[in-house]
Nanobody
Framework: QVQLVESGGGLVQAGGSLRLSCAASGSIFRLDPMAWYRQAPGKQRELVAL???????TYADSVKGRFTISRDNAKNTVYLQMNALKPEDTAVYYC????????????WGQGTQVTVSS
């Protein structure tokens, strides 16, 4: 079993920064890929950033140049450095991790609130 523990959410003013962390623990050590999603009220959950174990990254257009995803493969920990935050970034951010082997389990964190005030 795998548990994802998130931290780093909070309230920040526009233009500020936050760093989210998500650590995976349990009997499964290798998770690939890992990602961050977010969901605002009334909207669908959307991919913010994704990183593969080899380092390949994917970003939503809305966060390119402002957010950076990174990971520590040995610790199965993923980070999201968020800079130049905008009110539009306000959402619940969810950590996502995937088992690369069958049965391809997908894991989600409980979510952490990020609120950006103007």
């Amino acid at each position: 079993q795998v548990q994802l523990v998130e931290s780093g959410g909070g309230l920040v003013q526009a233009g500020g920064s936050l760093r989210l962390s998500c650590a995976a623990s349990g009997s499964i050590f290798r998770l690939d890929p890992m990602a961050w999603y977010r969901q605002a009220p009334g909207k669908q959950r959307e991919l913010v950033a994704l990183i593969q174990s080899g380092g390949t990254t994917t970003y939503a257009d809305s966060v390119k140049g402002r957010f950076t995803i990174s990971r520590d493969n040995a610790k199965n920990t993923v980070y999201l450095q968020m800079n130049a935050l905008k009110p539009e970034d306000t959402a619940v951010y969810y950590c996502n991790a995937n088992n690369p082997t069958p049965p391809f389990y997908v894991y989600w964190g409980q979510g952490t609130q990020v609120t950006v005030s103007s």
